[in-house]
């Protein structure tokens, strides 16, 4: 019997609980939850904490065996997978992060640009008394419009970056929408340009 147990101490069983790791993988895990991972790679932070909770498990079920039946490799695989693949995560987030906030910035552009766009159009309307309605109207227009825009804007500083695009299309739309308008004020008027081959 002495044999026996001498035989199996020598074995993974044997040896201590991975104490270190379990705490190294928690503190790597930690990391990629304030470089928040869990917002900007969902998934492989996901696994990430899958990974950590697998080797936990197997933590608790090595440590209710006997002693010498112990065998901590695959907790120590599953801990050791999770403090490794935790920086990959973590810079994924942040490249994910810093594309996003690309997206999100050219949109606002865009939008400004519309809006701009859309103020020289109405500028171009003869401040005469019959368009001073018109012109009042789509004044208060852009008004609103560039309103939206300072609120665009502080979402990206906030780096709410979908909410960015969300609000930064929706006053696209609504610029070409007041440009139209616009058009068909000058348009009714005869104050278009003419086009190529054509005489007033």
Aim: aromatic content about 4%; some cysteine.
């Amino acid at each position: 019997m002495a044999l026996v147990l001498a035989a199996g101490c020598g074995l993974a069983g044997c040896e201590g609980a991975p104490v270190e790791q379990v705490e190294g993988a928690r503190r790597e895990v930690d990391a990629a939850r304030q470089a928040e991972a869990d917002k900007y790679a969902a998934e492989e932070f996901a696994q990430l904490e899958d990974s950590l909770r697998a080797g936990l498990i197997e933590l608790d079920r090595q440590q209710a065996q006997f002693g010498i039946l112990r065998d901590y490799e695959a907790a120590r695989h599953a801990l050791g997978w999770t403090a490794a693949r935790a920086g990959q995560v973590r810079q994924q987030a942040q490249e994910n992060k810093e594309s996003l906030g690309q997206v999100a910035a050219d949109a606002l552009k865009m939008a400004s640009t519309d809006v701009e766009a859309t103020a020289s159009s109405v500028a171009k309307i003869p401040r005469r008394t019959e368009y001073l309605e018109e012109i009042h109207s789509f004044k208060s227009d852009l008004k609103a419009l560039r309103a939206a825009l300072q609120e665009i804007n502080a979402d990206l500083r906030a780096e709410n970056f979908e909410q960015v695009q969300t609000k930064a299309k929706a006053v696209q739309g609504q610029a070409e929408r007041l440009r139209r308008e616009v058009r068909g004020v000058m348009a009714q008027e005869g104050l278009l340009a003419p086009r190529a081959g054509k005489r007033r």
